[in-house]
């Protein structure tokens, strides 16, 4: 059985991520954690036993509040209660917080997490789901706000088609177990020969031993590969975009030039899974 860790922001109560987390669990074997985390401010005239007090009641009432939000979805979904728990966890900052868990419990396979969206200033100091979409070495998925559950039918595997066999093993493994269809989009550049579809495809079906459906547009040169991907999922309505990105990227590049995968999970309106590349060699 997997396991998705779902971060739940109770002060902005989003739903994105969970509706998505029990979707997915009704369609695939899976475990979910839904985490809250907690920073619980001491004041400095306080003894310990008055923070002891204070920080335990706090984290009571969160665990409340956490587990009446789930169960909330949960009914309004009409889903009978699968294998999930509830946890508050502390820490200063959510991103630091939920990555050093996820590197302690190694049985956690995908964090799925909602986003409300970014813009100006706060895009470039960067967001929760943005931070930890460069940072996650565990696959994350980013559920665009107002997501409503519906089943996961179809995978869009956006590739550069570098490393394309890798990636796509494990693409394939998670449409299998969803039982959900599975495409391949590739945009073609100006001075790329284009892959021929037909033999692609039948390579692909009988190496992985699935049906895949390959996708060649030519890319708008007028246009950023964002807009151009984002043109392509209005089109082919994917359930699901799958996108592999490099993080080592240095600072200067993150600030300035954010990854394509940050830059398109806030602004698509279709759940995104942003896997790690493999390092280069």
Same mark, same amino acid.
């Given at each position: 059985m997997i396991q998705i860790l779902v971060p739940v922001d109770l002060g902005r109560f989003s739903r994105a991520g969970i509706r998505f987390a029990i979707q997915w669990s009704k369609q695939q074997d899976a475990k979910l954690l839904f985490v809250h985390v907690l920073y619980a401010a001491r004041l400095t005239r306080w003894s310990d036993e008055q923070y002891k007090t204070f920080a335990t009641s706090l984290k009571e009432d969160r665990s409340r509040q956490l587990r009446e939000l789930v169960e909330e979805v949960f009914t309004s979904m009409r889903v009978s209660h699968r294998a999930y728990e509830c946890r508050v966890i502390e820490g200063l900052s959510p991103e630091p917080t939920l990555l050093d868990y996820c590197r302690q419990h190694k049985d956690i396979d995908y964090v799925c997490m909602g986003t409300h969206g970014a813009g100006g200033l706060q895009k470039l100091l960067g967001t929760h789901a943005g931070n930890m979409l460069t940072n996650s070495s565990i696959p994350v998925v980013v559920v665009p706000k107002g997501y409503r559950a519906r089943p *996961?039918?179809?995978?869009?595997?956006?590739?550069?088609?570098?490393? !394309?066999?890798?990636?796509?093993?494990?693409?394939?493994?998670?449409? &299998?177990?969803? &039982?959900?269809? +599975? !495409? *391949?989009? !590739?945009?073609?550049?100006?001075?790329? +020969?284009?892959?021929?579809? &037909?033999?692609?495809? &039948?390579?692909l079906k009988q190496e992985f031993s699935y049906p895949v459906q390959l996708d060649l547009p030519i890319m708008d040169e007028t246009k950023s590969t964002v807009t151009n991907l984002q043109q392509q999922i209005r089109g082919l309505k994917p359930s699901l975009v799958v996108l592999f990105t490099h993080q080592d990227r240095t600072l200067f590049q993150k600030i300035f030039f954010p990854s394509k995968a940050e830059n398109l999970a806030f602004r698509t309106q279709v759940p995104l899974l942003v896997i790690k590349k493999r390092n280069r060699i």
């Open positions: *996961i039918t179809r995978i869009l595997y956006a590739s550069d088609l570098c490393d !394309h066999e890798a990636e796509l093993k494990k693409v394939a493994a998670l449409a &299998k177990d969803l &039982k959900a269809g +599975l !495409h *391949i989009l !590739h945009l073609v550049g100006p001075d790329e +020969l284009e892959p021929n579809k &037909k033999i692609f495809e &039948k390579v």
